[in-house]
């Protein structure tokens, strides 16, 4: 099966700018999860969907972040205005969210670096 | 769910076992032990998960306690593709809950 598809890969902007990241979760996972992953830290949950709905947002700095999954499949992590602490990886991840073998997959990221 | 403890690093010799240790003293009754590792420049890859019996598959074997206070990672050959960051999460096991991971351990396989 295809793995979770994230793009850009690599992206690099000045501070204040604006940032979508894009996720195409595998096929037929109901649950899509955005992380951002500081260098040397572990990933931090900022956001997760379950179909077209918001499960926890708890730890999204809603002043600049946002995301949405309008059709229940793939989804947008955008940043307006990035800051210079913004800079970090963005990890999309996908699960069934069926049972407890439902682990999660996850793609290989979008590296942001705000100047 | 339960905190972790895990070491900050660790080495391995190529061919050797590896054997990453997890403290999770605190876990509950319906707590799971995730394994999951994440190789430079990619995103984490999901390695084995268990309630309180051992558990063995293509990748690894985990070994959790009696009274699952603590756990551990056996990569029975270990390879310079195993080089990671290994990380050891403990969760509820509802199939829709996200993982909270901590700083995990830096394996380095030597040659």
């Known amino acids: 099966e295809a793995g979770v598809a994230q793009s850009p890969r690599y992206k690099i902007i000045e501070k204040r700018q604006s940032v979508a990241f894009w996720c195409n979760p595998i096929s037929g996972h109901a649950t899509l999860y955005w992380y951002q992953q500081i260098l040397g830290q572990g990933p931090k949950l900022l956001i997760q969907f379950q179909n077209n709905g918001v499960v926890d947002d708890s730890q999204l700095p809603k002043d600049r972040f946002s995301a949405e999954r309008l059709k229940g499949v793939d989804s947008t992590l955008k940043i307006q205005p990035a800051k210079l602490e913004d800079s970090a990886v963005y990890l999309c991840?996908?699960?069934?969210?069926?049972?407890?073998?439902?682990?999660?997959?996850f793609g290989n990221g979008t590296r942001l670096t705000v100047t | 769910d339960a905190k972790t403890t895990q070491p900050t690093s660790m080495d391995c010799a190529e061919g050797r076992a590896a054997n990453l240790p997890c403290n999770h003293s605190t876990i509950s009754g319906n707590e799971y032990v995730y394994w999951y590792r994440q190789i430079h420049s990619q995103g984490p890859q999901y390695i084995i998960h268990?309630?309180?019996n051992n558990e063995t598959n293509e990748m690894a074997s985990l070994i959790i306690t009696e009274d699952r206070k603590s756990s551990t990672l056996i990569l029975p050959h270990a390879t310079l593709r195993d080089t990671a960051v290994y990380y050891c999460?403990?969760?509820?096991?509802?199939?829709?809950?996200?993982?909270?991971f901590g700083s995990g351990t830096r394996l380095q396989v030597q040659p």
């Open positions: 999460i403990v969760r509820v096991d509802t199939g829709r809950r996200a993982l909270t």
């Open positions: 991840a996908s699960s069934s969210g069926q049972g407890y073998n439902s682990p999660l997959h």
């Open positions: 268990g309630l309180k």
